[in-house]
T-cell receptor, first 110, second 114 residues
Framework: SQQGEEDPQALSIQEGENATMNCSYKTSINNLQWYRQNSGRGLVHLILIRSNEREKHSGRLRVTLDTSKKSSSLLITASRAADTASYFCATYAAGNKLTFGGGTRVLVKP | EAQVTQNPRYLITVTGKKLTVTCSQNMNHEYMSWYRQDPGLGLRQIYYSMNVEVTDKGDVPEGYKVSRKEKRNFPLILESPSPNQTSLYFC?????????????FGPGTRLTVL
């Protein structure tokens, strides 16, 4: 199975609500990265959090990392219709590979 | 503008007909990689390159080849495509000789093998 696995697989919310998605992984990591993908397009980097960091913010995005539980969460506050996309976590562990999870599909209804 | 470009964006081909998907970045990045994206399977890494003339297999390298003769280019070669290689392909690049920084992705190449 994959190193990073997102939960839930899909999420539907109303505009203005917060969206939270989680990523669990299996092995120790150097960093964890979150990406957004609009339908069929290239991925866009959102936030990178290193293994010695616990929380990072970028605009309406908040990422937490709990290395003891091997999990991370991405919170999008005050969601907008433009936030409709798939969100992926990716982990950088040993070696030179980045491993992606299966993604969370987020639908923000106006 | 800093970017990763891929060509072609869409390709329909037949089994066994050799094809190359080009990838180019203008950011002087050392690390480049190829991924394929299939429904329900997320992104899986095919090959990566840490620098010129240094390439290595990712998680799903079978049926693919790559080369890195120049820093900016990282073509993906399918010598004898098969229908199970029908997929959405992404090239990505980042600074440093590993994926420890932000990855910049190309727009994707949608390949159909009949």
């Amino acid at each position: 199975s994959q190193q990073g696995e997102e939960d839930p697989q899909a999420l539907s919310i109303q505009e203005g609500e917060n969206a939270t998605m989680n990523c669990s992984y299996k092995t120790s990591i150097n960093n964890l990265q979150w990406y957004r993908q609009n339908s069929g397009r290239g991925l866009v980097h959102l936030i990178l959090i290193r293994s010695n960091e616990r929380e990072k913010h970028s605009g309406r995005l908040r990422v937490t990392l709990d290395t003891s539980k091997k999990s991370s969460s991405l919170l999008i506050t005050a969601s907008r219709a433009a936030d409709t996309a798939s969100y992926f976590c990716a982990t950088y562990a040993a070696g030179n590979k980045l491993t992606f999870g299966g993604g969370t599909r987020v639908l923000v209804k106006p | 503008e800093a970017q990763v470009t891929q060509n072609p964006r869409y390709l329909i081909t037949v089994t066994g007909k050799k094809l190359t998907v080009t990838c180019s970045q203008n950011m002087n990045h050392e690390y480049m990689s190829w991924y394929r994206q299939d429904p329900g399977l997320g992104l899986r890494q095919i090959y990566y390159s840490m620098n010129v003339e240094v390439t290595d297999k990712g998680d799903v390298p079978e049926g693919y080849k790559v080369s890195r003769k120049e820093k900016r280019n990282f073509p993906l070669i399918l010598e004898s495509p098969s229908p199970n290689q029908t997929s959405l392909y992404f090239c990505a690049s980042s600074s440093g000789q590993g994926p420890y920084n932000e990855q910049f992705f190309g727009p994707g190449t949608r390949l159909t093998v009949l």
